[in-house]
């Protein structure tokens, strides 16, 4: 199983990115696939999460509004549109992925990682 994520920059502060988490090996249908960022010096840190093809989907309250996750089907990526970006978002972000239940806010519920890509927002 490997989960790839892509769509990271260097953007300046109100710009948007949206970032793309795509899934190899396994769909994540009857699972969930999540988001996580960890800025430096700082734990890791749970951002959103979809489950069941998108119909149910988490978002963390630090970030609502700004942030929306999104997945059509269960073979397409899981999408992560980030809005009025702030310096303060800058952070790796990881997407992840479970087929076990628990806390989706947890990060030691999820058994598969990305690899991270670096979003970075200038003032």
């Known amino acids: 199983v490997q989960l790839q994520a892509s769509g990271g920059g260097l953007v300046q502060a109100g710009g948007s990115l949206r970032l793309a988490c795509a899934a190899s090996g396994r769909t994540f249908s009857g699972g969930v696939l999540g988001w996580f960022r960890q800025a430096p010096g700082k734990e890791r840190e749970f951002v959103a999460a979809?489950?069941?093809?998108?119909?149910?989907?988490r978002v963390a309250d630090s970030v609502k509004g700004r942030f929306t996750i999104s997945r059509d089907n269960a073979e397409a990526p899981v999408y992560l549109q980030i809005n009025s970006l702030k310096p303060e978002d800058t952070a790796v972000y990881y997407c992840?992925?479970?087929?076990?239940?628990?806390?989706?806010?947890?990060?030691?519920?999820?058994?598969?990682w990305g690899q991270g890509t670096l979003v970075t927002v200038s003032s």
């Open positions: 979809v489950r069941h093809y998108g119909r149910s989907t």
């Open positions: 992840a992925g479970t087929y076990r239940p628990g806390e989706l806010w947890n990060p030691s519920t999820y058994d598969y």
